[in-house]
């Protein structure tokens, strides 16, 4: 069965700093990675997702996601954030029809 | 904007009370999902669909929650007897695949007094 944990419930930065929020999971097979964030009030929106090749992969809005196998990790990277980036990040593991969230990430960016 | 349309968006019952909530799902997406979303974020999953026909379902959902997706018609989720423990945010989610990419609606909030 898979499994994710977001180490991190709640992460403040300055706006314009660089980003990191941490995703570890757990899954036998090759699994399909994504971030979603939500926003208030609002349901999740799907920021990016990888499911092979370069382990880089590039989102919306700047946000962009690094797979390693090694370390079971995907973590979510901006370079510079910006107050509208306030939201609870999720970050999810899917292996067939399972899709398996953590438990998020609120982030708040500060003037 | 979200394509997956929930509704009601709020809901409020008493103990012992159906409670039910509707969702359409994207256009075109075969795959539904039910998550129940507690105030700590976290996400439990309840059931999912691929046309009319469940494809996976927790013990929670085959008790006291009933859910269907008729052709046609929207998908519901019920549950025939509310209790305070069930107060959360339901999301809906449809998908296209079995790929993980979900589409979600705004969800139905539940409080349940």
């Known amino acids: 069965a898979q499994s994710v944990t977001q180490p991190d419930a709640r992460v403040t930065v300055s706006e314009g700093a660089s980003l990191q929020l941490r995703c570890k999971y757990s899954?036998?097979?090759?699994?399909?990675l994504f971030w979603y964030v939500q926003y208030p009030r609002q349901g999740l929106q799907m920021l990016l997702k990888y499911y092979s090749g370069d382990p880089v992969v590039q989102g919306v809005n700047g946000f962009e996601a690094e797979f390693s196998k090694s370390d079971s990790s995907f973590h979510l990277r901006k370079a510079s954030v910006h107050w509208s980036d306030s939201a609870v990040y999720f970050c999810?593991?899917?292996?067939?029809?399972?899709?398996?969230f953590g438990s998020g990430t609120r982030l708040l960016v500060s003037p | 904007n979200s394509k997956v349309i929930q509704t009601p968006r709020y809901l409020v019952k008493g103990q012992g009370q159906k409670a039910k909530m509707r969702c359409i799902p994207e256009?075109?997406?075969?795959?539904v999902f039910w998550y129940q979303q507690n105030k700590n974020n976290e996400f439990k999953f309840l059931i999912n669909f691929q046309n009319q026909e469940v494809l996976q379902q927790i013990d929670m959902t085959e008790k006291r929650f009933s859910a269907e997706c008729p052709s046609n018609s929207p998908c519901s989720l019920e549950i025939q007897s509310s209790e305070a423990g069930d107060s959360a945010l339901y999301l809906c989610?449809?998908?296209?695949?079995?790929?993980?990419?979900?589409?979600f609606g705004e969800g139905s909030k539940l409080t349940v007094l």
């Open positions: 999810a593991v899917s292996g067939g029809y399972k899709v398996v």
């Open positions: 256009k075109g997406h075969p795959v």
């Open positions: 989610a449809s998908s296209l695949s079995n790929t993980g990419q979900l589409y």
């Open positions: 899954y036998s097979a090759t699994p399909y």
